[in-house]
């Protein structure tokens, strides 16, 4: 029970790595807002935990959205009475090449990861700082540091959110809050076209030394990890559990 007493916001929680950690955090005994765009789905799960003896609830909320972000992270300090983790997890992609990609697919990329994290940092950090306890974990990707064709948009988002939790690891450090990354690999809906159509499977295949997709169990204890005290002296870090895909 890592996480025993603690509450957590997770973004994007309602499938895929999100809904991995949603139930990994549970399981070490904390409290779970899951906040996704797809409000029955972010329900339905909180339900089933609850179900299971957890606390946890479901908050329909768009990250890119300022007034959604407030109006979550409300919800959920009403809920548990303050917010200890926060994990940056929604996302989105919109592939293109870069000479046929459109202003909207820029646009609805860099809102959801890169002003969507930014928003939910500024709406839960005022509180952290005031108990002198946090910690925020979020997800940028092997596109950040290597690049991926047809997908620039999403590239710099994800290498802009590295440079968000270096900024933000230096700012909140002195307030006792710890500002990480991961940069994750994992069989998602997200992932589906790129494991499964034949046009793209060994390409991407071939760039994971493991050799496999991890199922989205395996990344969640990474999470765990960094949003417990066994993390409190890790600040600044981006930790890529990818299967070896960005190894120097
Ligand atoms: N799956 C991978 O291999 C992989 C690799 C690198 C990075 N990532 C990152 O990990 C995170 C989770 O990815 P995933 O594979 O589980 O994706 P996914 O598509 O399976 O799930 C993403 C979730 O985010 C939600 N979401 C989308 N836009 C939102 C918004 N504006 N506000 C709130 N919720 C929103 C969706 O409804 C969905 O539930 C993303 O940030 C993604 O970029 C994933």
């Known amino acids: 029970m890592q996480l025993r007493g603690r509450s957590a916001i997770v973004t994007g929680a309602a499938q895929g790595i999100g809904a991995a950690v949603a ?5 070490e005994g904390a409290c779970v807002a899951i906040a996704d765009l797809d409000q029955a789905r972010a329900q339905a799960l909180a339900s089933a935990l609850c179900n ?9 909320c768009d990250v890119a959205r300022r007034d959604q972000v407030a109006a979550m992270v409300a919800a959920a300090n009403e809920r548990f009475g303050h917010v200890d983790i926060l994990v940056n997890n929604a996302g989105i ?8 990609m459109s202003e909207s697919q820029w646009d609805e990329v860099t809102a959801v990861h890169l002003k969507g994290s930014f928003n939910c940092l500024q709406a839960v950090v005022p509180g952290m700082m005031e108990r002198h306890r946090g910690r925020i974990i979020n997800v940028t990707s092997a596109a950040g540091v290597l690049g991926t064709i047809g997908q620039l948009n999403y590239s710099a988002a994800k290498a802009g959110i590295v440079g ?10 002195r307030y006792g809050i710890t500002v990480n990354a991961i940069a994750p ?6 992932t589906e076209t790129i494991r499964t159509d034949p046009r793209f499977r060994d390409r991407y295949l071939d760039r994971i030394p493991l050799g496999r997709w991890a199922e989205p169990e395996e990344i969640a204890p990474v999470f765990v990890f960094f949003a417990s005290d066994a993390a409190g002296y890790v600040t600044g870090q981006v930790l890529a559990a990818d299967g070896g895909m960005t190894m120097r």
Do not use: W, Y
């Open 93 to 100: 992609t919109r592939p293109a090449m870069l000479h046929k």
């Open 52 to 60: 299971d003896g957890a606390e946890a609830i479901g908050i329909g």
């Open 23 to 27: 139930r990994a955090f549970v399981r």
């Open 164 to 173: 968000m939790t270096l900024s933000a690891a230096r700012e909140l450090a």
């Open 185 to 190: 690999g994992a069989a998602t809906p997200m």
